[in-house]
């Protein structure tokens, strides 16, 4: 079963079960990825509705952060439940330790060995741990790694 046929199953769960707040985050995650397919003409494979359940949950992060610079906590705690929800459809993160494997198989393969080489370890990163790691986090280790 695809990732939006879980999406549409678990809206019709939450219908007949009456959870009415997830039942709204899920129906704000399918509206977002209809816009995506309507925008782009194309139908959203399970990485590319990853890629748009990781956007909102970033987007959901960066609002959580201004409501409580901003003193809205009760705001920034509707902001978390959503994030709840949304996180229950990506994949379980990585480790440290996975995570740097990752990266030191990555560097052996391009054969990496400056700071120059950056952008070829990231795309080889980025494809095997797409949705399951901070991107931003991972740049920072292989920069690091790197020696940049």
Known sequence: MSLKQQLTEDMKTAMRGGDKHRLGVIRLVLAAIKQREVDERIELDD???????????????????????????????????????IDQYLPAKLSDEEIDAII??????????SARDMGKVVGVV???????????????RIKARLGG
């Open 126 to 140: 980025k494809a095997k741990a797409a949705g399951r790691a901070d991107m931003g986090q991972v740049s920072a």
């Open 104 to 113: 030191a198989a990555a560097i052996a393969e391009t054969g990496a060995n």
């Open 47 to 85: 990485t590319q509705t990853l890629a748009v359940l990781e956007k909102m949950l970033k987007q959901r992060k960066d609002s959580v952060t201004q409501f409580v610079a901003a003193g809205r906590e009760d705001l920034a705690e509707v902001e978390r439940a959503e994030m709840v929800v």
